[in-house]
């Protein structure tokens, strides 16, 4: 029997929570994530409350947030984290349509590892992904 979360190779699987509200764009995110090798969408949410439900449930290793939101905004769930101040807290990549230079100057406030634009940005995410992946597991390993 295998441990959820972890490969064969024994090196952990990166852990994904998507704050998405259209399911068009999480669709194709999704299946751009399960491409990925060791890494592991575990839930797509499309409100700020269950995001940050989510969050504290799952502890996931990093976040692709959007900003827009079916009910609450992203900002609403890095306020969120911010105040939470318990325990590791997820990498966090901004995707969205709105990257507005005061969207972004105010999610760098927050920590954003990273600030994408869906139409222009979108093609960076699974590298990004993959370096949350080394960079957790060089830290692991020390």
């Known amino acids: 029997m295998f441990q959820v979360g972890f490969k064969m190779s024994g090196s952990s ?3 994904v929570l ?3 509200d ?3 764009v999480a669709g194709r995110l999704a299946e751009l994530i399960h491409r990925l090798p060791d890494v592991d969408l ?3 949410v499309a409100t700020e409350e ?3 439900s989510r969050v504290a449930q799952d502890q996931p290793d990093a976040l692709i947030l959007d900003l827009h939101l079916r009910s609450g905004s992203g900002f609403g769930v890095l306020r969120a984290l911010a105040r939470s101040g318990s325990g590791q807290r997820p990498k966090v990549v901004i995707l969205t349509n709105f990257s507005l230079p005061e969207y ?3 999610a760098e406030l927050y920590g954003v590892a990273a600030f994408l634009d869906k139409s222009r940005d979108y093609f ?3 590298s990004l992904l993959r370096d949350f992946a080394r960079e957790r597991d060089a830290g692991r390993a020390h």
Do not use: C, G, K, N
Request: glycine fraction near 0%; hydrophobic fraction near 45%.
């Open 42 to 44: 575990i839930e797509t």
């Open 13 to 15: 699987v990166l852990r």
């Open 22 to 24: 259209s399911s068009l």
């Open 124 to 126: 960076q995410l699974p």
């Open 104 to 106: 972004r100057r105010e």
């Open 18 to 20: 998507l704050v998405e």
């Open 50 to 52: 269950d995001a940050i």
